[in-house]
């Protein structure tokens, strides 16, 4: 591998913009990220992307806002815009858990610092740049931006606010995925175009001023939602904004969104048609040297980076719509797959980088087996208004083949270099069981788990059932647990026939909207004698954006407008996530004297029987699953936690 230069990065200092002969710049990003050059990493994706364009970027990662803000002077003014980003997650993710207390680590800072990233560090950093330099446009986009673009529920705040395009004082937003957007963007202002007169951009929004004209598109239809201000007096309109939100965000062709916000209007221009193959596989195969900048070398690893280092994205999108999750929020509902042949060029590259010893830690995405899916008709997906095609049955316009996935892992395992390639993304279970899957072939299913079993498992496979209740499922946008069971079912069937002592892990989560003690105590029983001991499991995160958090904050469905009880005091949180910790000593007689309450002697039983012998089935010598109670529902990809009394063989 050729040795790299330190121009082989996008300079993020007045000496490396010196290195490459420049005396002045287009485009100059801020984030709230360390820079790592990674296809992974929105930052440099949107680097290079500009790049492309012929444009001179730099990159300032992680601008010190206490000090004198000379990070936000020192390269000067860009020609065209600043761009400006929190991050690969929402900062306040990034920076505290679902009980609102700081973490002690930053995955995306050297050493897993903390203290690199402010709050609403989007904001922060547009406000900074617009006080500095007010006639430079200042453009936000990455998952912040994308998931604050109209009034939302802020649960670090608990409060509702505006477009996040009000409290930035920015001049343009891009939401979701940003290539194609700011292709355009790019375009016009190359032309001569004022960036003040670019407003008719899909997947952007702006905020006019009182005085300003609506522009005019005779190629799209208009919507208007209730205001900011009446959002702020009515929970039921705040409400019944989402449902309109929502179903534009994952339609072909949806109407361009307007809302009042003060003496002001917002604007959100539709998004663009999903991206191409060719558009995609031209996005990861940008001159990346896919490591972090030298300026870290002496700094300590960057955990986000070190998880991934050795992964494989191979799509985007996500149709399951899951109640609680941002990713088609941002990314959308339709599947943008890479072609099989970029994906083995990566996988090259990869296995000839000199630190690389055989292993793949991932070949996923958003949700590991979605790629090449989409509508077997297209017309009919251009009409759909269903934020998810499984949910409350698989779309029979859906095509669920597993086996251009299953091609792919054979490809990659063919190459010389590959000794073993793991699936780190989560599997969705659901799509492998013909019973719920019904218009799929039961054998090639069955074909697919066996390779994954077989092939690309190390110890343990991870699914997310998230829940046992049907009422709290359905709302999840989850199918019946039953459906678990009948995946289980497939599952230890193939370990016994392959002799594989693999250990399934499920997700669950709690304290979710329309989730009561009663049905913690029936998932605690049903998962105990299944033989799952859990730990560390999810508490339910208010996050914009989604169908859980409107309802969280308001006490209705979007879709319905029916009330929804949601548990909200710590009180009723704590207690609805014990019942994950039935086998803990000090935790049994609470739970006996709940279950006595609730008239639930037949859970106790189960629970806390006397003389209990229980033993959880689990392979022998292979360790006790657990998972992350800080991880957000969107980044739980590689992040259980493994630990073994024993050594691995």
Request: glycine content about 6%.
């Given at each position: 591998m050729q040795e790299l230069q330190l121009s082989d990065w996008l300079p993020t200092t007045n000496k490396e913009v010196k290195i490459r002969g420049w005396d002045e710049l287009d485009v100059i990003l801020f984030s709230g990220d360390a820079y790592v050059d990674h296809p992974s990493f929105g930052p440099a994706v949107i680097g290079r992307i500009l790049e492309s364009y012929g444009l001179r970027v730099a990159v300032v990662p992680q601008p010190n806002v206490n000090d004198n803000l000379q990070d936000f002077v020192k390269l000067g003014a860009p020609k065209l815009f600043f761009?400006?980003?929190?991050?690969?997650?929402?900062?306040?993710?990034?920076?505290?858990?679902?009980?609102?207390?700081?973490?002690?680590?930053?995955?995306?800072?050297?050493?897993?610092?903390?203290?690199?990233?402010?709050?609403?560090?989007?904001?922060?950093?547009?406000?900074?740049?617009?006080?500095?330099w007010p006639d430079v446009p200042v453009l936000i986009g990455g998952i912040e931006a994308s998931l604050r673009r109209v009034t939302h529920y802020d649960y670090w705040s608990d409060k509702l606010v505006p477009t996040i395009l009000e409290s930035s004082k920015a001049d343009m937003l891009v939401y979701g995925m940003g290539e194609q957007p700011l292709r355009e963007?790019?375009?016009?202002?190359?032309?001569?175009?004022?960036?003040?007169?670019?407003?008719?951009?899909?997947?952007?929004?702006?905020?006019?001023?009182?005085?300003?004209?609506?522009?005019?598109?005779?190629?799209?239809?208009?919507?208007?939602?209730?205001?900011?201000?009446?959002?702020?007096?009515?929970?039921?309109?705040?409400?019944?904004?989402?449902?309109?939100?929502?179903?534009?965000?994952?339609?072909?062709a949806a109407r361009r969104i307007f809302q009042k916000v003060g003496d002001k209007t917002l604007m959100i221009n539709p998004p663009y048609?999903?991206?191409?193959?060719?558009?995609?596989?031209a996005s990861f195969e940008l001159p990346y040297t896919r490591l972090p900048h030298p300026k870290y070398n002496k700094r300590g690893?960057?955990?986000?980076?070190?998880?991934?280092?050795?992964?494989?994205?191979?799509?985007?999108?996500?149709?399951?719509?899951?109640?609680?999750?941002?990713?088609?929020?941002?990314?959308?509902?339709?599947?943008?797959?890479?072609?099989?042949?970029?994906?083995?060029?990566?996988?090259?590259?990869?296995?000839?980088?000199?630190?690389?010893?055989?292993?793949?830690?991932?070949?996923?995405?958003?949700?590991?087996?979605?790629?090449?899916?989409?509508?077997?008709?297209?017309?009919?997906?251009?009409?759909?208004?269903a934020p998810s095609c499984i949910s409350p049955v698989i779309c029979s316009?859906?095509?669920?083949?597993?086996?251009?996935?299953?091609?792919?892992?054979?490809?990659?395992?063919?190459?010389?270099?590959?000794?073993k390639s793991f699936i780190g993304s989560g599997i969705r279970h659901d799509m492998l069981v013909p019973e719920f899957n019904k218009n799929a072939d039961a054998k090639e299913l069955d074909d697919y788990t066996e390779e994954v079993m077989t092939k690309h498992v190390?110890?343990?496979?991870?699914?997310?059932?998230?829940?046992?209740?049907?009422?709290v499922l359905k709302l999840m946008r989850k199918p019946s647990f039953s459906y678990f069971h009948k995946f289980k079912e497939r599952f230890d069937k193939i370990n016994i026939k392959k002799n594989l002592k693999l250990q399934l892990i499920p997700y669950f989560i709690s304290n979710h909207p329309a989730c009561e003690v009663e049905d913690m105590a029936n998932l605690a029983?049903?998962?105990?004698?299944?033989?799952f001991q859990l730990e560390q499991v999810q508490g339910f995160t208010p996050t914009p954006m989604t169908v859980a958090t409107v309802i969280y904050y308001s006490g209705y469905h979007p879709y319905t407008l029916q009330?929804?009880?949601?548990?909200?005091?710590?009180?009723?949180?704590?207690?609805?996530?014990?019942?994950?910790?039935?086998?803990?000593?000090?935790?049994?007689?609470?739970?006996?004297?709940?279950?006595?309450?609730?008239?639930?002697?037949?859970?106790?039983?189960?629970?806390?029987?006397?003389?209990?012998?229980?033993?959880?089935?689990?392979?022998?010598?292979?360790?006790?699953?657990?998972?992350?109670d800080a991880i957000p529902f969107n980044r739980r990809k590689n992040k259980t936690k493994f630990r073994s009394k024993k050594k691995r063989r």
């Open positions: 761009g400006v980003t929190g991050g690969c997650m929402d900062p306040m993710i990034s920076n505290y858990n679902a009980n609102k207390k700081r973490r002690d680590k930053d995955a995306y800072t050297p050493n897993g610092d903390i203290g690199f990233r402010p709050d609403y560090a989007t904001t922060v950093y547009s406000k900074i740049l617009k006080e500095k963007v790019v375009r016009l202002l190359q032309k001569g175009v004022p960036f003040s007169s670019i407003t008719t951009i899909k997947q952007t929004a702006v905020l006019l001023n009182k005085d300003a004209k609506i522009p005019k598109n005779s190629n799209w239809e208009d919507v208007e939602i209730v205001s900011h201000e009446t959002c702020l007096k009515d929970k039921k309109a705040y409400a019944a904004n989402f449902k309109i939100i929502e179903q534009e965000s994952n339609k072909l048609p999903t991206m191409t193959e060719e558009e995609i596989d690893p960057i955990p986000a980076f070190e998880m991934i280092k050795f992964s494989i994205n191979i799509h985007r999108g996500c149709f399951g719509g899951c109640s609680f999750c941002t990713i088609s929020a941002h990314q959308g509902k339709f599947i943008a797959s890479r072609s099989q042949e970029s994906v083995l060029r990566e996988v090259d590259v990869v296995a000839n980088m000199p630190d690389f010893k055989g292993y793949l830690s991932d070949i996923g995405g958003p949700s590991a087996n979605m790629y090449k899916m989409k509508g077997k008709v297209q017309e009919i997906c251009d009409k759909c208004v316009n859906l095509d669920t083949s597993h086996k251009p996935l299953t091609k792919l892992y054979q490809a990659v395992d063919k190459h010389p270099k590959v000794k190390s110890g343990r496979l991870k699914v997310a059932p998230e829940h046992t209740s049907d009422p029983s049903e998962t105990k004698d299944m033989g009330k929804v009880k949601t548990p909200k005091t710590r009180k009723e949180k704590d207690e609805q996530h014990r019942f994950f910790f039935w086998y803990k000593k000090e935790n049994k007689a609470w739970i006996k004297n709940t279950l006595n309450k609730l008239g639930r002697q037949d859970l106790l039983k189960v629970l806390l029987p006397e003389n209990d012998k229980w033993r959880k089935n689990k392979p022998s010598g292979e360790a006790k699953h657990t998972f992350d």
